[in-house]
């Protein structure tokens, strides 16, 4: 008997979503935009960055243990809470304190937590639901994704540019709150799996375990993989130190508060992972594996028009649109990808490898991300007058990478 896609446990965990990737996406934007506001330096910002990806590096593996071992609902419950609890923290002490320590450890707390809950929400998936219905569900969550992503830089942009930092802190609060209780109600059904040895044995061991099925079973999965962190390296990065830092900082937008289109940028950011998630969903089973490599030659190639402009163009206003489209047209591309690797990961993996092997690949793809916003921090801030330059080197090695990897998903299946 096939199961409905909407359960009442799916349908609370997409809730819960909603709520908590809202709160998510309005911080991750609050934060390292009002250190950006109060510094002026893009290194600075691309440093601090890097460092808060370093804990969700560290406890994805981690957070794959828990997702196979301990109950998912309870999981994503004490994190939301935690966060919650954190965020208060933090708005009660940001007078009190450097702000630039406060900044880094409260975005190292919460990419740390970010990389523990994210393999309990992907792993509930194949636990509540038949098979055939795993790339919808993955549409689904990542959609929610990036309309909370949408929406909280857009709001968060509106409410900071106006009342400043501390009420977008308590609206975070009340959303990670609000999560944990809705999140109280769900039942995964889940299969307890023994300790032997501690965490840290059990850490080694399974990464061990999913390492190996990767190299040996689906070598394919480690040549994405690679693919992911080039991208994340070369790509992923540039975008995220390059739109709070030209859009502020660079662009001549005089008396259009930069910071409120600063905020709707990264929300058209999210409305590309939108439309791309629901996309996704749509023509999933039209969409062909094999030809997923187009779709990261596409990311690579939306990057070009905005260093063009930058080049070309003095007026800051085309240079915000021209770069707010590319950054839109990146996000359809990357997050059609995403969802179509993340269900065949899902299908191809057994049910109790699940959490450590999606774990496992957050934690190697997101290794390239830190080393990126350092990278590009750096060389913005070297390159100043000559942005064009920093943002078309991007695009060149972006390209290189996508079309070098053209043959590895033309046999995705063979």
């Given at each position: ?143 929610i994704s990036s309309f909370a992503a ?45 300790l032997d040895g501690g965490i840290v ?191 078309l080197f991007s695009g060149v090695v ?17």
């Open positions: 008997m096939n199961q409905k896609l909407f359960s009442k446990d799916f349908t609370l965990i997409v809730i819960g979503q909603i709520i908590s990737l809202f709160g998510n996406a309005t911080i991750r934007f609050a934060l390292p935009l009002y250190l950006l506001n109060q510094t002026g330096s893009s290194a600075l910002y691309g440093t601090v960055t890097a460092c808060a990806f370093i804990p969700s590096i560290l406890l994805s593996p981690v957070g794959g243990i828990v997702a196979d071992r301990v109950n998912k609902r309870n999981v994503m419950v004490i994190l939301d809470f935690f966060t919650a609890a954190m965020i208060a923290g933090f708005t009660l002490l940001m007078k009190e304190t450097n702000l630039i320590f406060l900044i880094t450890a409260a975005l190292m707390l919460l990419y740390g937590i970010a990389g523990a809950y994210q393999p309990s929400v992907q792993a509930s998936i194949p636990a509540l639901m038949d098979q055939e219905n795993f790339m919808a569900a993955n549409s689904i969550i990542n959609t949408l929406i909280g830089p857009v709001l968060g942009g509106i409410l900071y540019s106006i009342y400043g930092l501390v009420p977008v802190l308590w609206v975070c609060v009340v959303c990670f709150t609000l999560s944990a209780v809705m999140e109280m109600f769900i039942e995964i059904p889940f299969q307890k799996q023994n044995k059990a850490a080694r061991d399974d990464f061990t375990e999913s390492l190996s099925f990767i190299r040996k079973e689906k070598p394919v999965i480690g040549k994405v993989l690679l693919v992911i962190c080039g991208m994340n390296l070369f790509l992923a990065a540039m975008i995220m130190v390059s739109l709070p830092y030209l859009v502020t900082e660079v662009l001549d937008l005089e008396g259009l508060k930069a910071n409120r289109l600063y905020g709707f940028a990264e929300g058209a950011l999210a409305a590309g992972g939108l439309f791309g998630g629901i996309g996704a969903g749509v023509f999933a089973k039209k969409l062909v594996v094999q030809k997923a490599g187009n779709l990261v030659i596409a990311c690579a190639l939306s990057v070009f028009p905005m260093g063009v402009a930058l080049l070309l163009f003095p007026s800051g206003i085309i240079n915000y649109m021209v770069i707010t489209v590319c950054c839109f047209a990146v996000m359809v591309f990357s997050t059609i990808f995403t969802v179509q690797m993340m269900a065949f990961i899902q299908t191809e993996t057994p049910e109790n490898l699940i959490g450590k092997v999606i774990a496992v690949i957050f934690t190697v793809s997101m290794c390239a991300q830190p080393l990126g916003n350092a990278l590009y921090g750096i060389l913005f801030e070297i390159c100043k007058g000559f942005e064009y330059g920093v943002v972006s390209l290189f990478i996508a079309v070098g990897t053209r043959n590895i998903f033309k046999d995705f299946l063979s």
